[in-house]
């Protein structure tokens, strides 16, 4: 365990350094690139926010797009009243709202709207799955569960026109000011504030699963009954893995609406939601570092075949997660745990070799 | 499908990053940053050649991109060739989104052609506006936008509708039926259409929108033969409007007593309905396939025999044709070492050309001065044009907004 630990560490360490300072030094702090990949660190959030709930607990949360569509529209929100000065938003105007909405009134705020963009979420999800765990639902029937309130809720989003802002969702946002900053997208002190938030969520989901908490999690994961028999509430566990992971995504959202400047419904399709599920499944569910990861590179491959191929590149990553899930069931930090016990056995087996072989050779002789 | 130099691609973005990683402080300082300083002039084509909005976006690719083709092999501009960069966006807005950075910023494109949806344009507004780069929209929109980024080809609520609405009020009756699907853009055309109605004291029976994607119009239909409506004003687009259009056909409900009058009916529309269930049908729009004049003649023939002979032209890709050629004018005007994407802006204001549905101007407001047109739909798929405007149209994109207006300087309260 302690050793797990220090190799998570280290990994972590790696990481960090890898974004913080391999990105911007490789890509000459040049506008374009660091732009598009402080969009890949957002997304590397919500995957291993996804980690949390899917590797460590056994939750497959297939509405994670959801609560990272709240934290989406929270921080947008905020951002539209701010470009709307006196006024009204210009999309409540053209379905004939008349007045701010109650919803709205309090994202004025922007300590508000940064704690909303975190707990709504997290509290939708809390509810969620407080009506799941208690009844004792596990397996697919969580998947289907999130799956079917995804779906409800973006058709909520869509149909609420006066409120949303519908199928267009809300455009037309002010810069972000934070704490006398005004965040300007293209800068690089907005890639290293992306990837801080990026570091220290990894850091709360290592946290979380070398403690205690996060073994329990684990143990539910394997037997949930076992566990419950050993005196565990189950159902309160996963209830709080599950409020910690939807809070995680609502974040990585804000950051998300501010890298592309509009909250659109998109964001809570099912297609998004299982884009999520797959840059955690080639990463790997395991390990919230190696889920991280697996967002990173899953976009940046996308990023870079569809620059070459225009129209073939679905082809080709379709393929590409087909060959994953065919020969690397746990991901890519499957193979890199499995790659390092190999060289541990070797290592071991050479020491033991030589014996065998003098034994051979002498038995040979003799 | 390989659309791009692949090789001499590859090698720019290699050199590209060559350079970024040696002499970082030379690209913050603004080497590169000249606009078209090469061998040929980078234009993006943004569009959705994948996903749901393919089936009408590839058509506008196809004619911005015979546009270019065309333009190159006449010479190109000031002796440079036109380099398309082409982009899939996947119909998808945050792809939009990446994409357009991917055109404005790394290519340098002097412009980006491209989108249907409203929500693809306003998913690159942000990136246009704050790169100050220019964005040539062909598309029919619901106005009350005042960008100085964006060139609107399309028509606006007053091109569409206000020698529509008296001339059908006048033929067919007061009592209008209004179906559309839910979001902004028929919400925008309905409040507009009401503000008509209200001075030749017509009524609206019943005011209706459906999800998009929606399919099912049988509940609509029996509310509509119950209504009995003089005109069924229709915004319903895409797949939406194909199956109401079916199914309106398949009720045997009569044209020639209530017909569907529809903003977005095009004839890719009607290839998919088919034409025997769309005929007796009206559309209102600037262009149609069938209209006479040599450009329409000239722009239907190159592009059918550029996409075969069953493709059709219809408004927006008209627009997606004449604007490559508005931008042409533009940077013809201009000298080859001003160019910059606000200098071809500033060059395009106040001109005019001779595009198939007749000779346009592009209005200080960056809106285009267009020719609306009834038209009803025939059995063979095309449409008869029955009434036109007998001047050109001014663009008003805050017609239905009094104290508004959109002008040179940005949106104005009078």
């Given at each position: 365990m302690t050793n797990k630990l220090s190799y998570d560490i280290i990994g972590l360490a790696l990481f960090a350094a890898v974004i913080l300072f391999g990105v911007p030094a490789f890509f000459g702090y040049d506008g374009f690139e660091l732009n598009t990949f402080s969009r890949y660190l957002s997304l590397a959030i919500v995957s291993m926010a996804l980690a949390l709930s899917w590797g460590t607990a056994g939750l497959l949360n297939l509405g994670q797009a959801a609560t990272f569509g709240m934290g989406s529209y929270a921080m947008a929100m905020h951002l539209k009243l701010k470009a709307s000065g006196e006024g009204l938003p210009d999309f409540m105007g053209w379905n004939n709202v008349e007045t701010l909405p109650a919803l709205w009134?309090?994202?004025?705020s922007l300590t508000f709207t940064l704690l909303a963009g975190l707990l709504i979420p997290a509290a939708v999800g809390g509810l969620i799955a407080i009506f799941m765990f208690r009844a004792r639902i596990a397996g697919v029937f969580v998947a289907v569960i999130t799956l079917a309130f995804l779906v409800a809720f973006q058709l909520l989003v869509i149909e609420q026109q006066g409120f949303t802002?519908?199928?267009?969702?809300?455009?037309?946002l002010a810069q972000l000011e934070l704490f006398g900053w005004t965040v300007d997208i293209y800068a690089t002190s907005f890639y290293y504030l992306v990837g801080i938030c990026l570091m220290v969520a990894l850091t709360v989901g290592l946290y979380l699963t070398h403690s205690k908490f996060g073994l329990i999690l684990r143990a539910i994961r394997e037997d949930a009954d076992r566990t419950r028999y050993f005196g565990y509430n189950v159902a309160n566990y996963q209830t709080v893995i599950f409020c910690i992971s939807a809070g995680l995504a609502g974040w990585a959202g804000m950051l998300y609406a501010l890298v592309l400047e509009f909250a659109s419904p998109t964001y809570m399709s099912v297609s998004f939601s299982l884009a999520i599920v797959i840059w955690c499944a080639v990463g790997g569910r395991e390990s919230v570092l190696a889920a991280a990861a697996g967002a990173i590179l899953v976009n940046l491959a996308e990023n870079r075949l569809s620059d070459v191929f225009v129209e073939g590149w679905h082809m080709m990553l379709g393929v590409l997660f087909l060959l994953v899930v065919m020969f690397m069931p746990r991901g890519i930090y499957g193979v890199i745990v499995d790659a390092g016990r190999a060289l541990r056995r070797k290592g071991g087996g050479d020491a033991e070799e030589p014996a065998y072989d003098a034994s051979l050779k002498s038995k040979q002789e003799g | 499908m390989k659309r791009r130099e692949f090789l001499g691609r590859a090698g720019a973005v290699g050199t590209m990053g060559l350079a970024g990683g040696l002499s970082a402080p030379a690209l913050l300082s603004g080497v590169g940053r000249a606009y078209a300083a090469g061998d040929d002039i980078p234009v993006g084509l943004l569009f959705s050649l994948t996903g749901a909005v393919a089936v009408v976006e590839h058509t506008l690719h196809d004619a911005a991109l015979m546009a270019i083709e065309e333009i190159n092999a006449a010479g190109g501009i000031h002796g440079k060739q036109l380099r398309p960069i082409i982009e899939d966006p996947a119909s998808d807005p945050a792809t939009y989104a990446d994409r357009a950075r991917r055109l404005m910023i790394r290519d340098k494109c002097v412009s980006v052609f491209g989108s249907y949806t409203s929500s693809s344009r306003q998913a690159v507004l942000p990136v246009a506006e704050q790169r100050n780069n220019l964005y040539w929209y062909p598309t029919l929109y619901e106005g009350r936008e005042c960008s100085r980024n964006v060139m609107y080809g399309g028509a606006l609520a007053n091109q569409q509708q206000d020698i529509l609405i008296p001339w059908l009020v006048e033929n067919y009756g007061p009592r209008f039926y209004m179906i559309g699907n839910n979001y902004v853009y028929p919400k925008e055309e309905n409040n507009y259409c009401k503000t008509l109605l209200k001075d030749l004291s017509g009524e609206v029976v019943h005011e209706e929108y459906v999800p998009m994607g929606h399919s099912d119009f049988s509940s609509v239909l029996n509310r509509i033969r119950a209504e009995e409506p003089d005109v069924i004003f229709s915004t319903l687009v895409g797949d939406s409007d194909v199956a109401f259009a079916r199914q309106y056909h398949a009720a045997e409900l009569n044209p020639e007593k209530m017909p569907v009058v529809s903003l977005t009916r095009s004839e890719i529309e009607v290839k998919a309905i088919g034409g025997e269930a769309a005929a007796g049908h009206f559309s209102s729009a600037p262009y149609f396939m069938g209209h006479e004049s040599p450009e329409n003649e000239k722009f239907v023939e190159a592009y059918k025999a550029r996409y075969g002979a069953d493709a059709v032209t219809h408004f927006v890709n008209e627009a997606a044709y004449f604007q490559v050629y508005q931008f042409k004018n533009a940077m013809e005007k201009l000298d080859p070492a001003d160019v910059s994407p606000p200098n071809i802006r500033d060059a395009a204001v106040g001109m005019s050309m001779k595009a198939p549905q007749g000779e346009i101007l592009i209005d200080e407001n960056l809106h285009t001065h267009l020719w609306p047109k009834v038209a009803q739909w025939q059995a063979d798929g095309q449409a008869k044009v029955i009434l036109q405007s007998e001047e050109r149209v001014a663009p008003k994109?805050?017609?239905?907004?009094?104290?508004q207006e959109c002008t040179g300087k940005g949106l104005v309260k009078t």
């Amino acid at each position: 365990m302690t050793n797990k630990l220090s190799y998570d560490i280290i990994g972590l360490a790696l990481f960090a350094a890898v974004i913080l300072f391999g990105v911007p030094a490789f890509f000459g702090y040049d506008g374009f690139e660091l732009n598009t990949f402080s969009r890949y660190l957002s997304l590397a959030i919500v995957s291993m926010a996804l980690a949390l709930s899917w590797g460590t607990a056994g939750l497959l949360n297939l509405g994670q797009a959801a609560t990272f569509g709240m934290g989406s529209y929270a921080m947008a929100m905020h951002l539209k009243l701010k470009a709307s000065g006196e006024g009204l938003p210009d999309f409540m105007g053209w379905n004939n709202v008349e007045t701010l909405p109650a919803l709205w009134v309090p994202f004025h705020s922007l300590t508000f709207t940064l704690l909303a963009g975190l707990l709504i979420p997290a509290a939708v999800g809390g509810l969620i799955a407080i009506f799941m765990f208690r009844a004792r639902i596990a397996g697919v029937f969580v998947a289907v569960i999130t799956l079917a309130f995804l779906v409800a809720f973006q058709l909520l989003v869509i149909e609420q026109q006066g409120f949303t802002g519908g199928q267009n969702g809300l455009t037309g946002l002010a810069q972000l000011e934070l704490f006398g900053w005004t965040v300007d997208i293209y800068a690089t002190s907005f890639y290293y504030l992306v990837g801080i938030c990026l570091m220290v969520a990894l850091t709360v989901g290592l946290y979380l699963t070398h403690s205690k908490f996060g073994l329990i999690l684990r143990a539910i994961r394997e037997d949930a009954d076992r566990t419950r028999y050993f005196g565990y509430n189950v159902a309160n566990y996963q209830t709080v893995i599950f409020c910690i992971s939807a809070g995680l995504a609502g974040w990585a959202g804000m950051l998300y609406a501010l890298v592309l400047e509009f909250a659109s419904p998109t964001y809570m399709s099912v297609s998004f939601s299982l884009a999520i599920v797959i840059w955690c499944a080639v990463g790997g569910r395991e390990s919230v570092l190696a889920a991280a990861a697996g967002a990173i590179l899953v976009n940046l491959a996308e990023n870079r075949l569809s620059d070459v191929f225009v129209e073939g590149w679905h082809m080709m990553l379709g393929v590409l997660f087909l060959l994953v899930v065919m020969f690397m069931p746990r991901g890519i930090y499957g193979v890199i745990v499995d790659a390092g016990r190999a060289l541990r056995r070797k290592g071991g087996g050479d020491a033991e070799e030589p014996a065998y072989d003098a034994s051979l050779k002498s038995k040979q002789e003799g | 499908m390989k659309r791009r130099e692949f090789l001499g691609r590859a090698g720019a973005v290699g050199t590209m990053g060559l350079a970024g990683g040696l002499s970082a402080p030379a690209l913050l300082s603004g080497v590169g940053r000249a606009y078209a300083a090469g061998d040929d002039i980078p234009v993006g084509l943004l569009f959705s050649l994948t996903g749901a909005v393919a089936v009408v976006e590839h058509t506008l690719h196809d004619a911005a991109l015979m546009a270019i083709e065309e333009i190159n092999a006449a010479g190109g501009i000031h002796g440079k060739q036109l380099r398309p960069i082409i982009e899939d966006p996947a119909s998808d807005p945050a792809t939009y989104a990446d994409r357009a950075r991917r055109l404005m910023i790394r290519d340098k494109c002097v412009s980006v052609f491209g989108s249907y949806t409203s929500s693809s344009r306003q998913a690159v507004l942000p990136v246009a506006e704050q790169r100050n780069n220019l964005y040539w929209y062909p598309t029919l929109y619901e106005g009350r936008e005042c960008s100085r980024n964006v060139m609107y080809g399309g028509a606006l609520a007053n091109q569409q509708q206000d020698i529509l609405i008296p001339w059908l009020v006048e033929n067919y009756g007061p009592r209008f039926y209004m179906i559309g699907n839910n979001y902004v853009y028929p919400k925008e055309e309905n409040n507009y259409c009401k503000t008509l109605l209200k001075d030749l004291s017509g009524e609206v029976v019943h005011e209706e929108y459906v999800p998009m994607g929606h399919s099912d119009f049988s509940s609509v239909l029996n509310r509509i033969r119950a209504e009995e409506p003089d005109v069924i004003f229709s915004t319903l687009v895409g797949d939406s409007d194909v199956a109401f259009a079916r199914q309106y056909h398949a009720a045997e409900l009569n044209p020639e007593k209530m017909p569907v009058v529809s903003l977005t009916r095009s004839e890719i529309e009607v290839k998919a309905i088919g034409g025997e269930a769309a005929a007796g049908h009206f559309s209102s729009a600037p262009y149609f396939m069938g209209h006479e004049s040599p450009e329409n003649e000239k722009f239907v023939e190159a592009y059918k025999a550029r996409y075969g002979a069953d493709a059709v032209t219809h408004f927006v890709n008209e627009a997606a044709y004449f604007q490559v050629y508005q931008f042409k004018n533009a940077m013809e005007k201009l000298d080859p070492a001003d160019v910059s994407p606000p200098n071809i802006r500033d060059a395009a204001v106040g001109m005019s050309m001779k595009a198939p549905q007749g000779e346009i101007l592009i209005d200080e407001n960056l809106h285009t001065h267009l020719w609306p047109k009834v038209a009803q739909w025939q059995a063979d798929g095309q449409a008869k044009v029955i009434l036109q405007s007998e001047e050109r149209v001014a663009p008003k994109p805050y017609a239905a907004y009094p104290g508004q207006e959109c002008t040179g300087k940005g949106l104005v309260k009078t």
